[in-house]
């Protein structure tokens, strides 16, 4: 079960936080990410990292801001968000992955609840 937290209202240019937490079963054996889904529009897919970080993928519109990192120890998945736009508004779901290649993040085998962000001034 994956459940992330710390979403909420922020300003444009600020910064947040995400965190996944995995109860009931280790996250390294998985290729893991954050997707995203805008109102009105589909899910798309933000960062993904495979099993040993040997390869991170970051969706065009956030490379350069976000940074997705995992921690092993605490059986965690982070997603540091900079510089938010309002564009950025979504609610983000931490998920785990069939694999993951240069161009994204595919086959989502799993699915936390997820947690809203809402950047505006």
């Known amino acids: 079960r994956l459940v992330e937290s710390g979403g909420g209202l922020m300003h444009p240019g600020g910064s947040l936080r995400l965190s996944c937490a995995a109860s009931g079963s280790r996250l390294e054996p998985y290729n893991i990410g954050w997707f995203r889904q805008a109102p009105g529009k589909e899910r798309e897919e933000v960062a993904c990292l495979t099993t040993n970080e040997d390869l991170i993928y970051y969706a065009r519109t956030v490379q350069g801001r976000f940074t997705v990192s995992r921690d092993v120890s605490a059986n965690m998945l982070y997603l540091e968000m900079n510089k938010l736009e309002p564009e950025d508004t979504a609610v983000y779901y931490c998920?785990?992955?069939?694999?993951?290649?240069?161009?994204?993040?595919?086959?989502?085998?799993?699915w936390g609840q997820g947690t809203q962000v809402t950047v505006r001034s």
């Open positions: 998920v785990t992955l069939a694999r993951v290649v240069r161009s994204g993040c595919y086959g989502v085998e799993n």
